[in-house]
């Protein structure tokens, strides 16, 4: 399995970014991927999940009314759509898949990781 992520870039505060995660190798709907983020200096922090099989969301408090999972399982892509997009959202993010139907919070959990793509927001 490889997951590969893209759509970052540079944006001024209020805007907008999605972000797109395309699987591929061996795919289930007995899975779930989650969006993490890393900032300059912390760890890696969860953001959204979503499950393969009903498509159950899951955000982190700070990005919930503004952040939106979804996915289109005939294309094995999972997008993060990112609006209202405030300084403190810049971090690299990535995608993470893993077996099984319960998103999880924690990144040791996850059994594939993309590459990350960098998202800057200006004040």
């Known amino acids: 399995v490889q997951l590969q992520a893209f759509g970052g870039g540079f944006v001024q505060a209020g805007g907008s970014l999605r972000l797109s995660c395309v699987h591929s190798g061996r795919t289930t709907n007995d899975a779930a991927t989650a969006w993490f983020r890393q900032a300059p200096g912390k760890g890696r922090e969860f953001v959204a999940g979503i499950r393969w099989s009903g498509g159950n969301t899951y955000y982190t408090d700070s990005v919930k009314g503004r952040f939106t999972v979804s996915k289109i399982s005939a294309k094995n892509t999972v997008y993060l759509q990112m609006n209202s997009l405030k300084p403190e959202d810049t971090a690299v993010y990535y995608c993470?898949?893993?077996?099984?139907?319960?998103?999880?919070?924690?990144?040791?959990?996850?059994?594939?990781w993309g590459q990350g793509t960098q998202v800057t927001v200006s004040s």
């Open positions: 993470a898949l893993r077996w099984g139907s319960t998103v999880h919070r924690t990144e040791e959990l996850y059994n594939y």
